[in-house]
C-alpha cells in the first residue's frame, strides 16, 4: 500500500510518498509565521502532486494527516490547536483533499501517529502496550493498549500527556492549566526557566538567544552550573511524568522521542533509573527506550492508520 503524508507541525510540515514501511519521496515546506492553515492548504496541495509525481503518478490509497492538536479521527476534523492555525477546526479538510488530490483524507494527532509508526515500522514492534512521549517545542503524548490506539470521547485520551502537572505552584501553561510538564521543561519554555535561576546572569546560557535544549546540553558539557541545574530539573520532570504516564496507562514499554533525544545517553538512563524506583509496576519494570524513526515516525504511521492496524 502507498499513502500520502502530511506531518504538520509548529514551524514546518514534511510532506511525504510512503509505501509499507519505506519513505519514497519526501519534501519539507515551512510554516513559519503562517497563522491560519487556510493559507498554507494551496502550498501542501502543490507539494503533495509533486511527491505524486516524483513517485511515477503512482496510486495512493488516500491522504494522511499528522496535526499537532487535538483530532477526531473519526470523522476527520482538527477540534483544538492551542494557539496554532487557530482556523484549523473551521475547515473542511476532508472536501479539501477530495478536491484537490481525488484522495481519501484520514487525519490523527502527530504522537499518535508517531507511535504508530513506531509499532510498525520502529521500536515498538511487537508490543501491543505502549506509552510513548515526545520531547521537542512542546511535549507530546501517546497511549497504546491492547494493540489499540487510546482515543477516547472526545479525542483527548493518551494524547495530553505533556500537560499532566508536575507542579502545582508552577508556571501558567498554554493549555489553561499550572504547572504543566510542558510549561516546565519544553524547548518552548526554557528561556524562561532558565532566566528564572538566580546564577543566570553569570552563565553562559545568558549569551544565547534564545537558550535552546542543544546549546543547554552544550553548556552543560562545558561545565556551566546553571545549565547543569536546569538538565537536572528536567530530567526529574520528565521523570515524573513517565511514571504518572505509566500509572495511568499500564504499558509495558516507555518510547521517548523528540529532537531532545539527540543527548538520549544522559536523558535515558536516568528515566530508567528513576521508573525502576518509582513507578508501582508490581508485574515487572517498564523498559525506556529510545524511538527509533526520528521525524519519520509519524509519516510511516499513514500505512497503519490508513489499513485501521490500531482501530477498535
Known amino acids: 500500500m502507498k499513502a500520502l503524508a502530511v506531518d504538520l507541525g509548529g514551524s514546518h510540515a514534511t510532506c511525504a510518498l510512503v509505501e509499507d514501511t519505506q519513505m519514497l519521496a519526501s519534501r519539507t ?10 493559507s498554507l492548504l494551496p502550498l501542501l496541495a502543490e507539494t503533495l502532486k509533486a511527491i505524486r509525481a516524483e513517485g511515477c503518478n503512482s496510486n495512493p ?41 481525488r484522495l481519501p483524507l484520514k487525519m490523527e494527532n502527530d504522537a499518535r501517529l508517531a507511535l504508530l509508526g513506531e509499532r510498525y515500522a520502529g521500536a515498538a514492534r511487537g508490543c ?3 506509552v510513548m512521549i515526545t520531547l521537542g517545542t512542546g ?20 494524547c495530553l500527556g505533556g500537560h499532566l502537572p508536575v507542579d502545582f505552584e508552577g508556571r501558567a ?50 561545565g556551566d552550573r546553571v545549565a547543569q541545574d536546569v538538565v537536572d530539573r528536567c530530567l526529574r520532570v520528565w521523570a515524573a511524568t513517565v511514571v504518572g504516564l505509566i500509572h495511568a496507562y499500564d504499558p509495558e514499554l ?8 539527540k543527548s538520549a545517553t544522559r536523558i535515558l538512563p536516568f528515566l530508567q533509573s528513576y521508573v525502576q524506583q518509582h513507578a508501582w509496576t508490581p508485574w515487572g519494570k517498564v523498559n525506556v527506550a529510545s524511538a527509533a524513526l526520528g521525524n519519520s515516525a509519524a509519516l510511516l504511521g499513514a500505512i ?3 489499513e485501521g492496524l490500531a482501530d477498535p
Open 61 to 101: 490509497a488516500g491522504v494522511v494527516f499528522s496535526f499537532c492538536g487535538i483530532v477526531d479521527c473519526v470523522r476527520g476534523r482538527i477540534l483544538s490547536t492551542n494557539g496554532k492555525f487557530d482556523d484549523a477546526p473551521n475547515l473542511d479538510l476532508v472536501a479539501w483533499c477530495q478536491e484537490e488530490l
Open 304 to 306: 497503519p492508520l490508513l
Open 254 to 261: 516507555v518510547l521517548v522521542g523528540g529532537g531532545i533525544m
Open 29 to 38: 515546506v515551512t510554516a513559519d509565521g503562517t497563522t491560519r492553515l487556510k
Open 139 to 158: 511535549i507530546g503524548g501517546a497511549a497504546m493498549s491492547e494493540g489499540r490506539l487510546l482515543r477516547g470521547k472526545h479525542s483527548q485520551a493518551g
Open 128 to 130: 501491543d502496550d505502549v
Open 173 to 222: 501553561c498554554s493549555c489553561g492549566a499550572i504547572g504543566c510538564a510542558e510549561a516546565e521543561a519544553s524547548s518552548v519554555s526554557m528561556p524562561e526557566v532558565c532566566r528564572c535561576h538566580p546564577g543566570f546572569s553569570s552563565s553562559a546560557l545568558a549569551t544565547e538567544t534564545p537558550v535552546t535544549f542543544e546549546k543547554l546540553f552544550h553548556h552543560l558539557s562545558q
